[in-house]
């Protein structure tokens, strides 16, 4: 393969991580295969026209993803790739739960090389990622954090970042510093169906406030806090899980006025706040002194990573949340939080991302294809569609005769605060299903509504 050249990616990335990349492609698509020899340095960076120092860091780089070896005297070869056990992959696709919102999952050749890339280069420090370390993340990680943290405007000193172990223990840590139970926290009237177990878990009230298309009710907000007292607000103000509703930018400011009248703390679960390309501004920008911003990584770049970012009212609030954090879980994963680091330094965690808004909004329009002659709501970026049952279908029904389609779906129970539940189910779109399978899966569900038993 002395004659190989390949082709570096014009995305900002620096130039010896493309040629790493480039590598890793190469390997998958069959083009470099184990045992080729790579052509001498100084050939390939007169060929690319590049330093010689360029092509040498990414020979490098390469050799400490593991996808080649080098002899002095001899050269740099293709070590190639070890294959997964055929049995062993299908006992892991089969452990998948559907009942969760997930992500589209990345399937384009180049995208996967970039994440295994990454895995293999922090594979390297595979010792000192065994180690207990810092309960809210180390400097770097933090460093990587604010970066991520910048997508979405906010500019938090590293002091009050934490980098904690995904949304939902962040939420419990959070609640067990600010309430007893007893106490009432407030949220949508429809809501995250994790908060409703956290509270119970708690023995906290938890109450529904009424809203619209742009979010609460600011006057029955108001309302609520003089009645009740509550310790908290919690809201999931983009992309709602379930209904899919984002919160208007007027509202957002008119809800940051009550809160601030009534120094009321605001947990902001921002989950999907980095699909949309155009979000509004997070309540945080708005009322920073009250909102514990959560930005979690499970929906904008994989639920396994089990992290997020999140932002503190203060520096002294993040060291509380330090310390509630390390009672729950000791520490967020050291391997998880560098493999984020690396994809967020060197570019792949946008590239997921990207990935994730396209490959979504492409699976909304089939379905709003198929679900055009029923009651819906739904977002070209969200994960789900809140599908309302039309008359003689219940949720129990529709669920039951689905199962096994790849569809994931919850009824109305599982979100319901306010009031009794709907015939209404939560239908998942992501995950490992294909367009065409997810073609003839709603279409299914269009037909089951359409005659119901």
Known sequence: MRDWMPTLRRDGAARYLQLADAIAEGINAGTLRDGARLPP???????????????????AEAKARGLVDSHVGRGTFVVGRKP????QELRRHADVDLTMNLPPEPSDPALLSRMEAGLQTVSANLIDLLRYQSSTGGQIDKEAASIWLSL???????????????????????????????????????????????CARLGLRLIG?????????????DAA???????????????????????????????????????????EDDAYGFIPPHPPAPLASFAPDLVWHIGG?????????????????????????????????????????????????????DGIRRFIREETQARQAIAAQLLAPFTYEAAPHAFNVWLHLPKGATRADIIGRMAGTGLGMMPSDAFTVLGPPAESIRVCFGGQITRGQLRDAVGLLAYIMSNPV
């Open 41 to 59: 340095q100084r050939v390939l960076a007169d060929r690319l026209g590049i330093d010689f120092t360029t092509v040498s860091r990414g020979y």
């Open 84 to 87: 997964v056990p055929a049995e």
């Open 152 to 198: 979405r405007g906010l500019v938090p000193s590293l002091d009050r970042i934490a980098v904690t172990p995904g949304a939902h223990p962040t939420i419990l840590a959070i609640l067990m510093g600010l309430a007893q139970p007893g106490d009432v926290v407030l949220c949508e009237g429809i809501t995250y169906a994790g908060l409703r177990g956290i």
């Open 209 to 221: 406030l009424p809203g619209d298309a742009e979010g609460i009710d600011p006057q029955a907000l």
């Open 225 to 267: 806090i003089r009645q009740h007292a509550p310790k908290a607000l919690y809201l999931n103000p983009i992309l709602n899980n379930p209904t899919t509703r984002t919160m208007s930018l007027a509202r957002r400011q008119a809800v940051a006025d009550v809160i601030l009248d009534h120094h009321l703390p605001l947990i």
């Open 297 to 349: 990584l499970a929906k904008c770049i994989g639920a396994g990573l089990r992290l997020a970012y999140t932002v503190a009212p203060t520096s002294h609030a993040a060291r509380d949340l330090a310390h509630q954090l390390k009672v729950i879980s000791v520490m967020p994963s050291p391997l998880m939080m560098a493999l984020a680091t690396r994809w967020i330094t060197d570019g792949t965690a």
